[in-house]
């Protein structure tokens, strides 16, 4: 009934938003296409700004000198095609028809006279293959990335599961991005040029599976640095961009549902929730109760008075099963409108999706002592339910030709409602044990950014500015765990269970109650000039700026667990009580069970960052084929964090580092479609506050502790790259690239000690490391296949792909293992995607299938007791299958995981690169299911 309500609220107010900007234009459209080329030698022109005139509409010429201008109103329009070194070309009175498609070619004839600069103020839009080509082509660095083109052509549904298409990427962990084998904190994520900020209480991430695909317009991995970018970085830096303003007036519907093969109209546990959990939100059923006493407070009371508090909590332990998991549902709505004010330029686009799903996960797990032998053997059962929803909204304004003025906003939240049910042997302590664990965690970030483009003199002077704010927030409230245990000896007859219940002290894992909240806000703003000058006859440009930023972060955490009151007077018939009355209010007293506080200081700090930074950057055009890129960026960074440590002593975080960051990116044209790239430089790794921090966190389902450290100092990475890159046409390309990477004390998890039925981790600066490799990246259509077997239909496929060849080595001084070498956390020897695709135009019809597999990496570091735990390779094909619809219309299937191959995490105890079950260690193993998905949208 929610849901309904939700998509009818949703509905009215899309309606509402289109209608209020005059209505959607019922007139009919045209296309308008051709070919740019030099009159005299004939070659085709590359970048060619083609305008309608009065209309804002336009295109660039792609890579073969082509361009395509659709959605042109019906009627005569004036097209302007003007282009640096050419003389202008105006076009009036050209027809436009409805449905219909012109072909108009352009020759330009060089202009004899000696030309100053010129700008051409054209938009190139950047949600299609050619574009997002064309901007690698075009790049002062070295980068790679996908198109909402791509996107749509896949079974992707958030960012995360994006960016594992480009080359050199992969995913850990389902949301954290890892680039040229560097894990997810050597990494940084910008949206809309926006730094994110980490959305994780225990490690530093962003979780990418925060951000709807549906609302993306490009993603592009910068590899190499260049001084107007970030220096905090050594794998890539992760350019997301929404949705822009669009070129003409839309709204658009799409609806889905999708199967899972393991969960769908399966039975499922659950429990009960609050009243705004489809929302992703809890409504305060899981808070603590707001006549419960705070810490301070509870822990001064008298053991009558905790007695009293602890009846004020609700049994609210007990599970119940469904008969069926209904199919998961999801919902897009937008909408855009370009109109005028005051004879400026004006446009809004916004979005809403929501989805809901629901999983089943069987998870094996466990693990081993120093000497091999098995501690422990379980097996878990795991529901959830996700609920994942966002909405966009982007406004734009030019009052003149040479002034802009944007504003982006981008909001989203995750919930998972997880309930684990968990089987098996503690070996170590000879018991069979039934655990549950049931938690809500609710993510959720808003990103708002307001941007200008100025042209501020008659040289051509640009200026660019943004400042804005993001604020991320994480909330886990009422994380419940709870243990039975009986006898393993296998002889007894003996099946009788009994509820672990601490005596003393309490135990977050045992009767145990936690709750968190993370808050963490960014605010950013910088400002640049770009100014053009002349060098001989040769266009040189200066770019100087500077960036403020400041970051400020709250976490805490509270811990209760439930003990024995009086073990002198206790009822042990008590603890034969099922998990859905035991904790009753009436088994609360002097000869039951009562709540004791564990908080610790260290379960809460407060931490901030200040960044001020400043660079110059040089663009020289050393020759008609030689560019340099070169210059200094110069970071100050102040990082301050505020906490406890286990004995109430004051943790007080306080570093300050001065880092000039130098670069040189140079680009050799060999042709016109070819180039040779080389780049070096300097960055920098800082820690995070939750790498620093001395909090606590016990994760039941991996049965790890991670705690920070404040004794971190930063990584300083030196950097070398080599690219070659070919562009054969419109929407192909093929590169390769060699990078190698120093690290001075990189940071890395390790695993501390591994005992009482857990792994302690922690981080540490290695003293050095090392990475190098080589990447492959190529997408080519199939059309020359004609020649050796001829069909008609080869222009319309096409194959893509990247492979990625790594390697790293981690210096042992610190001795975090007892071997003489490792690879770094994180980094795969391989990396491979591809795929195969066939589109027609004319049919509407399209089928893509694509590939996914990772080296084995390591996943946690040991130590000289305890093995490293490693992930398996496994592979992935994806398949969708779409055709167009009522012209306006598209309906989709997609099938993800269709080889459903096990997740596999293991200790390499022979260290022959494979997983053998009769040598290896086994710590966990799981399968996800196939997922089948069917989605129909219309466009209007």
């Known amino acids: 009934m929610k849901l309904a309500q939700l998509l009818m609220f949703i509905t009215y107010f899309f309606s509402q938003f289109s209608a209020s900007f005059a209505g959607l234009n019922t007139q009919g459209f045209g296309v308008l296409y051709g070919k740019v080329t030099d009159k005299n030698s004939n070659e085709t022109l590359i970048g060619v700004p083609i305008l309608i005139e009065g209309l804002g509409l336009g295109t660039v010429s792609d890579l073969d000198g082509n361009y395509r201008i659709e959605n042109i109103p019906e009627g005569k329009h004036s097209v302007v095609v003007s282009y640096i070194g050419y003389q202008k070309m105006v076009i009036p009175h050209i027809s436009i028809a409805t449905d219909k498609e012109l072909v108009l070619n352009f020759m330009l004839e060089e202009n004899q006279q000696v030309l100053k600069e010129v700008v051409i103020e054209a938009s190139m839009k950047r949600e299609n293959i050619g574009s997002v080509i064309l901007m690698q082509k075009l790049s002062a660095t070295v980068q790679d990335g996908i198109s909402s083109e791509s996107i749509k052509k896949s079974s992707d549904k958030n960012t995360g599961e994006v960016v594992r298409r480009i080359s050199g990427a992969s995913l850990q962990e389902g949301r954290f991005v890892v680039i040229r084998g560097l894990n997810e904190r050597y990494n940084v994520a910008t949206l809309n040029e926006f730094p994110l900020a980490s959305t994780e209480p225990d490690r530093k991430a962003f979780s990418f599976d925060l951000i709807p695909s549906s609302l993306l317009d490009n993603i592009v991995i910068v590899k190499t640095a260049s001084p107007d970018l970030p220096g905090d970085f050594a794998g890539g830096i992760l350019q997301i961009a929404t949705k822009d ?188 044990i039934q655990a549950s664990s049931l938690k809500y965690t609710s993510t959720g970030f808003l990103n708002s950014i307001i941007s200008g483009k100025h042209i501020v003199s008659e040289k051509k002077v640009s200026l660019k500015w943004n400042a804005g704010l993001t604020n991320t927030f994480q909330s886990v409230p009422n994380l419940r765990r709870m243990y039975y245990y009986r006898n393993a000896d296998i002889n007894t007859e003996d099946t009788t269970l009994y509820a672990y219940v601490p005596f003393g002290n309490a135990s977050p894992n045992y009767a145990g109650r936690f709750y968190s909240d993370l808050s963490e806000q960014t605010y950013n703003a910088d400002i640049n000039f770009e100014i053009p000058f002349q060098l001989g006859e040769k266009s040189q440009r200066i770019k100087i700026g500077g960036q403020k930023q400041y970051k400020e ?279 491979i995607n591809s795929g195969i695709s066939y589109s027609s135009p004319k049919s509407g019809f399209e089928i893509n299938i694509l590939y996914n597999r990772i080296g084995k990496r390591i996943f946690q570091v040991g130590n000289s007791g305890y093995l490293s735990i490693d992930e398996a390779p496994r592979n992935l094909i994806d398949l969708q299958i779409g055709k167009r619809i009522f012209e306006s219309g598209f309906i989709k299937l997609a099938i993800n995981d269709l080889l459903n191959e096990p997740g596999l995490f293991y200790q390499d105890q022979n260290q022959n690169g494979r997983y053998a079950a009769d040598v290896d260690n086994g710590i966990s193993e799981h399968k996800n299911g196939v997922n089948y998905s069917l989605s129909v949208s219309y466009r209007f």
Do not use: C
């Open 245 to 432: 303003i669009p070129d003409m007036n839309f709204f658009s519907f799409q609806a889905g549902t999708g199967f899972n093969s393991f969960s769908t109209f399966k039975k499922y546990t659950t429990y009960e929730g609050g009243g705004t959990d489809w929302l992703g939100l809890d409504d305060g059923t899981r808070a603590v109760p707001s006549d419960f006493p705070e810490t301070i407070d509870f822990k001064k009371s008298n053991q009558t008075q905790k007695i009293e508090y602890s009846k004020i909590y609700s049994n609210d332990w007990g599970t119940h099963e469904k008969e069926s998991s209904p199919l998961s549902q999801s919902y897009q709505i937008s909408s855009g409108k370009k109109f005028n004010i005051n004879r400026g330029d004006a446009g809004i686009i916004g979005a809403l999706s929501y989805s809901i799903s629901n999983k089943k996960t069987e998870i094996r797990r466990a693990d081993y002592d120093f000497d091999g032998s098995k501690k422990y053997n379980f097996e878990d059962s795991q529901y959830k339910e996700n609920i994942f929803w966002g909405g966009l909204l982007n406004l734009s304004y030019e009052p003149e030709k040479d002034h802009s003025i944007s504003i982006k906003n981008l909001f989203s939240v995750n919930s998972d409602d997880q309930v684990i049910t968990r089987n098996g042997t503690d070996i170590e302590n000879l018991q069979y």
């Open 553 to 831: 972060r709250s976490f805490n955490a509270r811990v209760l667990g439930y003990i024995v009151t009086n073990p002198g007077k206790f009822n042990w018939n008590l603890l034969l009580q099922p998990i859905d009355s035991i904790f009753n209010p009436s088994n609360i007293g002097m000869n039951g069970f009562r709540l004791d506080e564990i908080t610790n200081p260290s379960d809460q700090y407060d931490a901030s960052s200040d960044l001020s930074s400043a660079f110059v950057k040089f663009e020289n055009s050393v020759s008609e084929k030689v560019k340099l890129i070169w210059g200094v960026r110069i970071e100050n960074f102040n990082q301050r964090l505020n906490s406890f440590g286990y004995s109430n002593d004051t943790i007080d975080v306080n570093t300050e580092y001065a880092d000039i960051l130098p670069s040189l990116n140079a680009v050799y044209s060999l042709t016109q479609k070819s180039n040779i790239r080389f780049a070096v430089s300097k960055t920098t790794a800082r820690p995070e506050f939750r790498e620093l921090a001395p909090f606590s966190y016990y994760d039941f389902s991996t049965a790890t502790t991670v705690e920070g450290n404040p004794d971190l100092k930063r990584t300083e990475i030196y950097n070398y790259d080599l690219r070659y890159e070919i562009f054969p046409s419109h929407s192909q390309i093929f590169t390769a690239s060699l990078f190698y990477k120093e690290f001075v004390n990189p940071i890395e998890p390790y695993i501390e000690s591994s005992g009482a039925g857990s792994r302690r981790v922690s981080y540490q600066n290695a003293e050095s490391s090392f990475l190098y490799g080589i990447e492959f990246e190529w997408r080519k259509k199939l059309e020359f296949m004609d020649n050796l077997l001829s069909w008609a239909k080869w222009e319309n496929m096409s194959v893509f792909g990247n492979v990625a060849l790594i390697k790293s080595e981690v210096d042992k001084s610190n001795d975090l293992r007892d071997e003489d070498k490792r690879p770094m956390q994180g980094q795969s020897p391989y990396l």
